[in-house]
């Protein structure tokens, strides 16, 4: 009797099919929608890369996404933080109606409150006796109108994580637009799931140093120096104990890469402060699931 030969790639090729497994290293594929539409007083740019694959962590990235988008822009421009329109009630499988849904009620959204603020302004106008017609018609045909552009891409891709960013920029008509959005995400792609945590929520004051060093990084340049002596001259803060960005860090190849919002810890005229802490220098304050996938 001949011995029995196993074709060894042909049986774990089997398997994975038979189990649905795929490689998790490999790229997550993804596609951008886009949309862009006007009103009388407001215009909206849509831009979101969603990964389009349908194994388990493709659908468990894109899950997240999802609700990210709508509770970004179910809750667009609330000052109270109330919901601004129902949640989408389709098949959450259909990406583009997703979208393409909440799109349009943002849209809505910006229509109305933009057409409000615009009639708000014109009454105001009205009602200033030193203002004659031919001005008011000058300074309402110069008002600039309404802008809300949403974004989300994927900015990184690596065989253990892959990060999406989601940055939006608002303008209200007041006198400057400002940065809004979860900033970026990372997933653990072994399972697809948000790395909500990098950092424990005690190490704020024994990383202090490392927080100063990456901002006088960032503030210095050819006009100004700034030092650790001076550093806080620099900042808008209550006490000297510099907190953790309210946007989780996340990982580059150089380490954990820190933002600060605008007017988070400094004036909007130093924009967004950003650096990058070596991630070996960070080790004892990771959290589990962040030393898990930083270091495996």
Known sequence: MKPLRINIITVVSLALMLCGCQDTTAPVQTRTYSYEDSTAHARMKFAAEMPTGTDAVSKAIREKLLDLIDDQL??????EGE????????????TEAFLKYYFDK???????????????????????????EQERAEILSRMPGWEYEFGLT????????V?????????????????????????????????????????VEDIQPLIREGLVGYFSSEDSEVTEENLDNWLLLDDDLIPLPSWQ???????????????????YAAGMPSFVIPVEELAPYLTAEASDLLNK
């Open 74 to 79: 179910g809750h667009i421009v609330s000052y």
């Open 249 to 267: 860090p996340f990982p580059s190849k150089d380490g954990l890469v820190f933002t600060y919002q605008q007017y988070e810890i400094a004036p």
């Open 163 to 203: 990060v999406f960013e989601s940055q939006d920029y608002v303008y209200m008509g007041g006198a400057h637009g400002g940065v809004t959005g979860a900033g970026c995400l990372t997933f653990d792609k072994k399972n697809g799931r948000l790395i909500e945590t990098f950092l424990n929520e005690d190490c």
């Open 83 to 94: 919901r601004q329109f129902d949640a989408f009630a389709g098949d959450r499988g259909d």
């Open 106 to 132: 943002s849209l809505d959204i910006l229509a109305r409150d933009s057409d409000k603020d615009a009639r708000d302004r014109e009454l105001y106008m009205a009602e200033d006796p030193g203002m004659d």
């Open 154 to 161: 994927k900015e990184d891709d690596t065989p253990r994580y």
